[in-house]
């Protein structure tokens, strides 16, 4: 059984539509929705993304994709890793 991990760090421009089920969802520049699991620490501490404070506001966002390959199941993690507000 092989294991295959990989990260790629991304940049977008978005929309912050909410905290969708517990996770902070953006709409990226290409339309594409992002719920993201997984968020920086400094992120938490710097934009409540749980109030409707930011709702609807554009950002620049850094993040990264996780590709984890565990037990022949391939899965996908998004990290929020930075946030500027436009």
Do not use: P, V, W
Request: aromatic share 18%; hydrophobic share 35%.
């Amino acid at each position: 059984m092989k294991y295959f991990n990989s990260n790629q760090s991304l940049y977008s421009k978005g929309i912050f539509i909410g905290c969708i089920e517990g996770y902070a969802t953006f709409q990226l520049e290409n339309n594409e929705i992002i719920y993201f699991e997984q968020i920086n620490k400094k992120i938490e501490h710097h934009y409540d993304l749980k109030s409707n404070r930011y709702k609807n506001k554009s950002f620049d966002i850094y993040y990264t994709e996780i590709f984890d390959d565990l037990d022949e199941e391939e899965f996908i993690i998004f990290r929020l890793d930075d946030l500027k507000l436009l």
